[in-house]
């Protein structure tokens, strides 16, 4: 059974960095891609960056240049480092990965961001 983990999240002021992490476990298969969703309150969740195993990147246009996706195939692992927080940013996010075309997701850290 995969699992994903995550850890970071929290509350920061707008301008403020956060980092989050996120572990899969329990696959043997190569993780094809790796990356981040997010859901606000009221709103459908949406894609903020993902990393597939050559390292390619993919960023939702409203985080480009403030968030930093990469991850670690040895280790399984994928980190999106966000700056230039904003209010915006608030949302609940989902660390995902998709093997053999399947989507696996983890239980999701809350971000949220003061003005």
């Known amino acids: 059974q995969v699992q994903l983990v995550e850890s970071g999240g929290g509350l920061v002021q707008a301008g403020g960095s956060l980092r989050l992490s996120c572990g899969a476990s329990?696959?043997?298969?190569?993780?094809?891609?790796m990356g981040w969703y997010r859901q606000a309150p009221g709103k459908q969740r949406e894609l903020v960056a993902t990393?597939?195993?050559?390292?390619?990147?993919r960023y939702a246009d409203s985080v480009k240049g403030r968030f930093t996706v990469s991850r670690d195939n040895a280790k399984n692992t994928v980190t999106l480092q966000m700056n230039s927080l904003k209010p915006e940013d608030t949302a609940i996010y989902y660390c995902?990965?998709?093997?053999?075309?399947?989507?696996?997701w983890g239980q999701g850290t809350q971000v949220t961001v003061s003005s």
């Open positions: 995902q990965a998709r093997i053999s075309a399947i989507n696996y």
């Open positions: 329990g696959s043997s298969a190569s993780i094809n891609v």
């Open positions: 990393v597939n195993y050559g390292g390619t990147t």
